[in-house]
């Protein structure tokens, strides 16, 4: 089993900026991507953003490339997801999601990943 707890939602003002941390812990050995998903009230899930573990490759939607950055620390087993450039519409629960990759998955399909965080909310709003 894997554990993750997210931290850093909050209130910002339209064009501000957020951190969103998350950190594993537990049988961190069994996976090996971890990524940032998002879901409003009697919405599907949406992928945001995604890291290999080696933190090479990255992944984001269109709704969020180049105003977020995500970033791994695998000696803290942490990911974060910096976002930038926030609008009202960005606003909504954000979950951290752990698992293992394979060929049959890709990083934005939440199948992929076994783990979820409690999710953090994130208010955009002046």
């Known amino acids: 089993q894997v554990q993750l707890v997210e931290s850093g939602g909050g209130l910002v003002q339209p064009g501000g900026s957020l951190r969103l941390s998350c950190a594993a812990s537990g049988s961190i050995f069994s996976i090996n991507a971890m990524g940032w998903f998002r879901q409003a009230p009697g919405k599907e899930r949406e992928f945001v953003a995604a890291?290999?573990?080696?933190?090479?490759?990255?992944y984001y939607s269109d709704s969020v490339k180049g105003r977020f950055t995500i970033s791994r620390d695998n000696a803290k087993n942490t990911v974060s997801l910096q976002m930038n450039s926030l609008k009202p519409e960005d606003t909504t629960v954000y979950y951290c999601a752990a698992g293992a990759k394979t060929r049959y998955l890709d990083y934005d399909d939440p199948a992929l990943y076994a783990y979820w965080g409690q999710g953090t909310q994130v208010t955009i709003s002046s």
């Open positions: 890291i290999s573990w080696s933190g090479n490759s990255s």
